[in-house]
């Protein structure tokens, strides 16, 4: 699989790049078609960053990158 640095992963922000991007548990998952993640932002969380810590803020679990492609891995 693919390995990407967290300078990768910060492009696909739904900016710099059309690609929207974000890493949990050092697993890279491509959450550009989902409405949820439209311009980078999902509530306060942003995209083209490492989400890890910040599952315990989310209304949800881990499981919702389920739904998502894992593309690559975290460097």
């Known amino acids: 699989m693919q390995q990407y640095t967290l300078q990768q992963l910060a492009l ?19 959450v550009t078609e989902s409405r ?14 490492d989400l890890t ?3 315990d803020k ?3 679990t881990k499981s919702v990158f389920e739904k998502f492609e894992c593309i690559g891995i975290l460097k």
């Open 58 to 60: 989310a209304p949800h």
């Open 12 to 30: 696909r922000n739904g900016q710099d790049k059309p690609e929207i991007w974000v890493a949990f548990n050092g697993k890279i998952y491509d």
């Open 53 to 55: 810590l910040e599952i």
């Open 36 to 49: 949820l993640w439209r311009d980078g932002k999902h509530y306060e969380h942003w995209a083209g960053q």
